[in-house]
């Protein structure tokens, strides 16, 4: 299994980018890297994924490095409300979404 | 209906008691999934349908838990002689068969057993 490393916490002032590292060294060539964001009392929500071409949507942007074993997350101008704990994920199999500790990041006025 | 839709939002029970959680996934999503989270805990899978396939059970804590899948749509979380250790959030996802999509998830069953 492809196995995801990312820091316990980061903060970001608000207005500014955040970016989310995330180690995954072990990934296979055919493996997506998704990320979700988990706010307090809420299920997970889905932000991006990617599989070696970087990606952007509406939330965030999506940086995977060439090699592919570590990504990025961009939140171009992050706001109060995006506090989070923000999850990296590498899909192992078609059905087992693994989530780990993820990073709790939190935006701060 | 637009997301995915848990039925109840709490459930409160007494040790010793069954419960049933429902699941009632985005329409026309063949996938779907059920985990839980205990407090201040990642998400632990639990069991998994696609279509018609036998589901994917290798997640379930023990065999006091089971769960259906009706017509492909709806599906129920069974609880049998609930414990405090069950006490969680119960979060149902689904997702379109191909894998480079990502999941929507419900807003969870909160399970207290007391």
């Known amino acids: 299994d492809a196995k995801t490393t990312q820091p316990p916490s980061m903060d970001c002032a608000e207005g500014r980018a955040a970016n989310l590292p995330c180690n995954h060294s072990?990934?296979?060539?055919?493996?997506?890297v998704y990320w979700y964001r988990q706010i307090h009392s809420q299920g997970p929500q889905y932000i991006i994924h990617g599989l070696k071409n970087n990606e952007t949507n509406e939330m965030a942007s999506l940086i995977i490095t060439e090699d592919r074993k570590s990504s990025t997350l961009i939140l171009p101008h992050a706001t109060l409300r995006d506090t989070a704990v923000y999850y990296c994920?590498?899909?192992?199999?078609?059905?087992?979404?693994?989530f780990g500790a993820g990073t709790r990041l939190t935006v701060k006025p | 209906g637009a997301g995915v839709s848990q039925s109840p939002s709490n459930k409160v029970t007494e040790k010793g008691k069954d419960v049933e959680l429902r699941c009632d996934p985005i329409?026309?999503?063949?996938?779907l999934y059920w985990y839980r989270q205990s407090l201040g805990q990642g998400l632990e899978f639990l069991i998994y349908?696609?279509?018609?396939?036998?589901?994917?059970k290798s997640g379930l804590p023990s065999d006091r838990f089971s769960a259906e899948r009706t017509g492909g749509s709806v599906s129920t979380l069974t609880i049998q002689r609930t414990q405090q250790e069950d006490s969680a959030v119960y979060l149902c996802?689904?997702?379109?068969?191909?894998?480079?999509?990502?999941?929507?998830f419900g807003s969870g069953t909160r399970l207290t057993v007391v």
């Open positions: 072990t990934i296979s060539g055919n493996e997506y």
């Open positions: 349908f696609q279509g018609n396939s036998a589901p994917d």
């Open positions: 329409s026309g999503h063949t996938a």
């Open positions: 994920i590498v899909r192992v199999a078609m059905w087992d979404m693994r």
């Open positions: 996802a689904s997702s379109l068969r191909d894998r480079s999509y990502g999941y929507t």
